[in-house]
């Protein structure tokens, strides 16, 4: 099982993620929880980050055993800004995780990526 985490600043603006502190939150969560790798990137929703998040869906979209957890706007809106990406891709949305990391400090992002994690991906595991 691999698991890419992708973090979204909300273009540094939005006092939602004015409690967090991006530049240490990928380190935190590369060493709290199992993860292959952290990135954050400041508006996902953007150019740029589209084609960060396509980079990451289409590296997973063949291999059943990973996982991109999103930590950004809250879940039905990011699968809503996503979807084009999905058929773009061809990833599986069973395999995507979207977290609402709005009016959270690093403490509280990562308890809701754990959180996220363990309800959604052990489960999982121990069905294999
Ligand atoms: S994906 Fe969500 S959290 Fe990120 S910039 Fe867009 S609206 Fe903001």
Excluded at 8 to 36: A, H, Q, R, W, Y
Excluded at 75 to 98: N, R, S, W, Y
Aim: some cysteine; aromatic content about 6%.
């Amino acid at each position: 099982m691999r698991i890419k985490a992708v973090i979204c600043n909300c273009k540094g603006l939005s006092p939602s993620f004015k409690d967090s502190d991006m530049n240490t939150l990928p380190f935190e969560i590369e060493s709290d929880l199992d993860v292959d790798y952290a990135i954050v990137h400041p508006q996902l929703c953007g150019m740029g980050g589209a084609r960060v998040m396509e980079d990451a869906l289409r590296s997973a979209e063949t291999d059943p055993d990973t996982f991109v957890i999103v930590g950004a706007c809250e879940p039905e809106a990011q699968l809503k800004l996503f979807q084009k990406l999905f058929c773009k891709t061809g990833f599986g949305q069973d395999h995507f995780l979207p977290v609402d990391i709005r009016g959270a400090t690093n403490r509280e992002i990562l308890e809701r990526l754990g959180e996220k994690l363990r309800e959604s991906v052990q489960p999982r595991e121990r069905r294999h």
